[in-house]
């Protein structure tokens, strides 16, 4: 297949930037409450350009649904700053969040669970289309068959309840919902994990389409790379809380330069029998990010031939290796 | 339908019918007094089919002219109590923390008496109550479960995602609190609200019963057994029948309950 085709509306300006951002959750166990904290994001800087679909990619408890959800200001970061073409989130009120919530949507991973089982779902597409007062009344009700149009559902389906839609119907309901607020990014968290293989291809398709169409900006969270393959510009590879690997998807899947991405790579299955592969097989399962390994936090299950004591000792940053790609590692240009 | 709630709502439409059409069924009035020493515990007879008690008044028409009283109050006072309970659980569930801890603190302390000395107090301290005032009592008096259970299903409900999904739309919080949480903890209150009309029939009828109910010499269910009780040997259906008809009325009530939580229940459905 082919590599994914440059966006010419990809430019380099920045519309979300995330700035050393840090998320902690607070872990209490047994009788005596120890406190411990967890890191589900440790220091990650991210800015995802006008246009483009960044792919985020990690195992789960990488903390890629909590970057995701900081990104939106779901949650509140415990440090760092999220900027959306200039505006600090934090610094916005209850109020000015709510209306600001129009620029940035997220389409859920579980399309049953994002739905809510008692409301029809045109209802619940055309909801936040009065409450930001973006149309009322017919107006509103033609602007939601609009969209069931656009995200390729039968208008008539809009007295339907969720349960009696399919899912990826109620997925197709997500997404139209999200759009139904016309907005700038939209944080996709794994929006196909959920769905059938056979159907995933058209969320998929779909998806890209309506980023073509309203020039939408997607930060497209997935746990394996297969799925953003085709449709990422830019991928990021998250391990512990970190970014290990962010690079053009062109230049990622043809030479990963991260022994983590490349572990990940030659664990897609890959549509050609013939093909010879080397399938690298990780030992062992994540640390916890509770207590991460000193240095290099992916030293315990590393397979590079140059590891040695300074992977254990010093943390390796993200740093440009060739054009268009950052690796987090000592030994990236030395395989 | 499920089978219980067909069956509790059929058997609650007569009882409830029977109450309505009160003056078409009985031609006595439930407060005469036609003749009080001829017709004292005269026994049922045609004119009087369920006899008559100490004044000479008509057992059937008391019964349900009591009925219509008793059930009146049980639903009034259920309605004033479920609206009081979800309003205060949807606060507490939803907003949390600080306003949770106040509000459910003051349930404990409302679940910690026990209703039926709190009444006794409350009818002590004003001793003619109207029926106005006795469905407020009754109502004010026993919402503190239904905030319990009201709040327990918000907890769960609002960390659902379709809450997370409303949060990420721009929506405001009374908006999420009463159009997408309140909706889906409807079910359970509908079952305690149901089963708490049977229990408060029983509550009214105890209270009459004991003279702080409805005061006479209008009818209510409690307040005929009362009077039935001095002559439980001689004229027992003054008793009987307001006893029998509270035991059907509140069988019917907890049948339909079962059988609303039975079909709220996804798994059987």
Known sequence: MSAPAQSPRVSTDILVE????????PVERGLLATRDVLRAVNDVSLALRRGEILGLVGESGSGKTTLGRCAIRLIQPTDGRVMFEGTDLATLSARDLRRFRRRMQLVFQDPSGSLNPRMKVGDAVREPIEVHDIARGSRARARVAELFGEVGLDPSYVDRYPHELSGGQRQRVGIARALSVEPQFVVLDEPVSALDVSVQAQVLNLLSDLRRRHALTYLFV???LAVVRHVADRVAVMYLGRI?????ASVLYQRPSHPYTRAL???????DPTAKRERIVLSGDPPSPVHPPSGCPFHTR??????????????PELRPITAGQSTACHYADQW | MNRRVRAGLLLLAVLFASAALAPAISRHSPVDQPDVVRLQYAPPSWNH???TDFFSRDVLSRTLYGARISLSIACLSVLLSVTVGTMVGLGAGFAGSAVDAVLMRLVDAGLAIPRIFLLLVIAALWPRFSVTALILVLGLTSWFGTSRLVRAEVLSVRNREYVTASRVLGLGSSRIALRHVLPNVVAPILVAATLGVGNMILIEAGLSYLGFGVPQPTASLGNMIRDGQDALLRAPWVAITPGVFIIVTVLAFSVLSDGLRQASDPRSA
């Open chain 1, 18 to 25: 995330i700035d050393r951002l840090v998320k902690e959750f």
């Open chain 1, 222 to 224: 997935a746990h394996d």
């Open chain 1, 244 to 248: 290990m690997e962010l690079a053009d």
């Open chain 1, 265 to 271: 790579l030659s664990a897609a299955p890959v549509p």
């Open chain 1, 302 to 315: 590393c397979f590079h031939p140059r590891k040695d004591a300074r992977c254990v000792e010093e943390r």
């Open chain 2, 49 to 51: 089919p369920l006899g």
